[in-house]
Nanobody, 115 residues
Framework: QVQLVESGGGLVQAGGSLRLSCTAS????????VGWYRQAPGLPRESVAS???????EYSDSVKRRFIVSRNNAENTLALQMNSLKPEDTAVYYC?????????WGQGTQVTVSS
């Protein structure tokens, strides 16, 4: 079982940066794949970036070269550095973790990018 708590959302102007953090509690964090999803109003939840247990990363095309995902297994944390933010990045961002058939989600943090 893994519990996830996000922090770091807020309001930022277009072109600015924000850093989201996610702290995990529970066991064997390093076994889990982890990442970030987001959901904008009226749209389905979409994957933003993932870090596999191997350390490999994956990004959606919409955030490549702007966002950087990282994990720290020693501290049980996950981060998302978001640069060159655009109004279309406005959404609730969710931290998630998975291992096998198990998935775990944080409560979400709002990111709003003004034009």
């Amino acid at each position: 079982q893994v519990q996830l708590v996000e922090s770091g959302g807020g309001l930022v102007q277009a072109g600015g940066s924000l850093r989201l953090s996610c702290t995990a509690s529970g066991s064997n964090f390093n076994w889990h794949g982890v990442g970030w999803y987001r959901q904008a109003p009226g749209l389905p939840r979409e994957s933003v970036a993932s870090v596999f247990s191997s350390g490999a990363t994956e990004y959606s095309d919409s955030v490549k070269r702007r966002f950087i995902v990282s994990r720290n297994n020693a501290e049980n944390t996950l981060a998302l550095q978001m640069n060159s933010l655009k109004p279309e990045d406005t959404a609730v961002y969710y931290c998630y973790a998975w291992y096998g058939d198990n998935q775990y989600w944080g409560q979400g943090t709002q990111v709003t990018v003004s034009s």
